[in-house]
């Protein structure tokens, strides 16, 4: 196989294996149908247009599909795309499988585990531990795989343990540097804010929202969890209600999906914590493939901005 698809530049011939992680169809100016495709493997992804797609081009080239792809890397409107020369399906003889072209966070979801536990161990508060153990014991193997969103960040498998992890990290800290904060309260709210993706989205491979997520979305849903763990372990109290209100409010305002705004102090520590993890990422995500003194391709979640990596920054190894 050739490098992987973030390492390609402008110009660069392709010759390789890709997933189709999503196939849309459209129809052109005159009148045939094309398809968009999102390839990828372990590295990134890029998007291709397959014009004047037949019925049966949609059937072999759908999601969750392998192909062997040849094409050009072109520029169009900001954004790298794959000019398609040639594709088609896989057979067996090609000997490659889905798993090879996953990327997964670069931490081991055992690993991940034994740290998130670590710090549910570490809570005083009987109640926001309880809680917290119940639901990711609950939800523990799908926590472990799911991606932490559809696109934008963390939209990989494990992608929602390695956002809890660093954000984790994040609130450990803060709390040192602002021994004010609850950390039981921190820490839960971080671990308890998108556990509610684990119904929310449908998986790390092909992912989109479930019907559940599309009418309830995350934050409804674990804002129910919550009561109802508390109802089964038996337990009441004003944590019930400030967890609930953790989830509630952690994106912050209601243009941005928060059915309430944080009036709690770890809520608001919450959702700074969640912001900038979530930004990182998706600069990181951006900046991969550009060379120091570039500019990367614009990012439609960070206000469609295109970052700069500045030219005393070392080159990236080469793969």
Same mark, same amino acid.
């Given at each position: 196989m050739s490098k992987g698809i973030r390492y390609h530049k402008v110009g660069e011939k392709i010759e390789t294996y890709l997933l189709i992680k999503t196939a849309t169809k459209g129809i052109a100016s005159n009148g045939k149908p094309f398809l968009t495709l999102i390839l990828g493997d372990n590295t990134g992804e890029i998007e291709a247009k397959l014009w004047g797609c037949s019925p049966e081009d949609e059937v072999a080239f759908a999601s969750k599909a392998i192909v062997h792809i040849q094409g050009d890397v072109i520029e169009y409107r900001g954004r790298l795309q794959l000019k398609?020369?040639? =594709?088609?399906?896989?057979?067996?003889? !090609?000997?490659?499988?889905?798993?090879?072209?996953?990327?997964?966070?670069?931490?081991?979801?055992?690993?991940?585990?034994?740290?998130?536990?670590?710090?549910?161990?570490?809570?005083?508060?009987?109640?926001? &531990?309880?809680?917290?153990?119940?639901?990711?014991?609950?939800? &523990? &193997?799908?926590?472990?795989?799911?991606?932490?969103?559809?696109?934008?960040?963390?939209?990989?498998?494990?992608?929602?343990?390695?956002?809890?992890?660093s954000m984790l990290k994040i609130a450990k800290d803060l709390a040192v540097l602002y021994p004010t904060l609850d950390k039981d309260l921190l820490y839960a709210g971080v671990i308890l +804010?998108? %556990?509610?993706?684990?119904?929310?989205?449908?998986?790390?491979?092909?992912?989109?929202?479930? =019907?559940?997520?599309? %009418?309830?979305?995350?934050?409804? =849903?674990?804002?129910?969890?919550?009561?109802?763990?508390?109802?089964?372990?038996?337990? *009441? @109290?004003?944590?019930? %209600?400030?967890?609930? +209100?953790?989830?509630?409010? +952690? +994106? @912050?305002?209601?243009?941005w999906g928060s059915p309430k705004v944080p009036?709690?102090?770890?809520?608001?520590?919450?959702?700074?914590?969640?912001?900038? !993890?979530?930004?990182?990422?998706?600069? !990181?995500?951006?900046? *991969?493939?550009? &060379?120091p003194g570039e500019f990367s391709e614009r990012v439609m979640a960070l206000d469609n901005r295109s970052f700069y990596k500045p030219a005393f920054h070392e080159p990236p190894l080469d793969i």
């Open positions: 398609i020369g040639s =594709i088609r399906p896989t057979t067996a003889m !090609d000997n490659v499988k889905v798993a090879d072209f996953v990327r997964s966070a670069p931490i081991s979801p055992e690993d991940m585990l034994e740290e998130v536990t670590q710090y549910i161990f570490e809570m005083k508060n009987p109640t926001i &531990q309880r809680i917290t153990r119940f639901l990711l014991k609950k939800h &523990q &193997q799908e926590f472990l795989e799911s991606p932490a969103a559809t696109k934008n960040h963390h939209e990989f498998v494990s992608g929602l343990a390695y956002h809890v992890v +804010h998108d %556990l509610g993706k684990v119904r929310e989205l449908s998986g790390p491979i092909d992912t989109h929202y479930t =019907i559940e997520g599309k %009418l309830l979305g995350h934050i409804s =849903i674990m804002v129910n969890e919550i009561a109802d763990a508390a109802k089964e372990l038996e337990l *009441e @109290g004003e944590e019930v %209600l400030i967890l609930q +209100h953790m989830v509630l409010s +952690h +994106h @912050g305002k209601g243009e009036v709690v102090r770890e809520a608001e520590v919450l959702h700074m914590i969640d912001n900038v !993890d979530a930004k990182i990422n998706m600069m !990181d995500r951006a900046l *991969e493939r550009v &060379q």
